[in-house]
């Protein structure tokens, strides 16, 4: 596509449930990245794949936070177990290797109800 | 490690008046260094970015910003304000070291007000 994808644009859940949201990269791009962005508060790093290199987990907030990415391409941000602190918006970016700028999808905005 | 300080949470202007968004950076390596712009309800959009050619960056809709190694600040500007550049502005890092090969640090975001 011509810029990243993410879905659900929304989703609404009940505490306690597990939630999948998808990023679709742009095409060719290696780098990916998750990020997280709570009311009011800027933008906190979940995680980052480079290529074939080990994921940087670094920025998940606990174990129920998991992600992957499929054939270099689509990336899957899982959350289990969903508690109230995890609404949010759920921003995904992807990059050529290099040092070019990161493009953002609209994001997925989760509440946990 | 890398890191991004935007001085200013909220920053509010009269239309037509000078912008001033601060960033400055820690790097302990030359930094690629990025504007970019979130709208409500939308995600981010790069303003402008900085790679190691001229230190003064024009970017989109009139912004501009200086990267000034001494200071290790990338401020951004723009001459005159418009309603329209009422957003969040995010300054974000990017370097080349070991394990965060290419990973993003993102300052904590300055809320733009403009007053008509």
């Keep these: ?113 | 490690a890398q890191s991004v300080t935007q001085l200013g949470s909220h920053v509010s202007v009269s239309e037509g008046a000078l912008v001033l968004l601060r960033c400055n950076y820690s790097s302990s390596v030359p930094p690629y260094l990025f504007w970019y712009v979130q709208y409500p309800n939308q995600g981010l959009q790069l303003l402008l970015k900085y790679t190691s050619a001229a230190t003064l960056v024009k970017g989109i809709n009139g912004f501009e910003a200086e990267f000034k190694k001494s200071e290790t600040s990338f401020h951004l500007t723009k001459p005159s304000a418009h309603m329209s550049d009422a957003a969040e502005y995010f300054c974000a890092v990017r370097v080349d070291r070991g394990s965060t090969l290419g990973r993003l640090y993102f300052g904590r975001g300055t809320q733009l007000t403009v007053w008509p």
């Design chain 1, 1 to 113: 596509g011509a810029g990243v994808s993410q879905s659900p644009s929304n989703k609404v859940t009940e505490k306690g449930k597990d939630v999948e949201l998808r990023c679709d990269p742009i095409s060719g791009h290696t780098a990916l990245y998750w990020y997280r962005q709570s009311l009011g508060q800027g933008l906190e790093f979940l995680i980052y794949f480079q290529g074939n290199s080990a994921p940087d987990k670094s920025g998940l907030p606990s174990d129920r936070f998991s992600a992957e990415r499929t054939g270099g391409s689509v990336s899957t941000l899982t959350i289990q177990r969903t508690q109230q602190e995890d609404s949010a918006v759920y921003l995904c970016a992807s990059s050529w290797t290099g040092y070019t700028e990161a493009f953002f999808g609209q994001g997925t905005r989760l509440t946990v109800v």
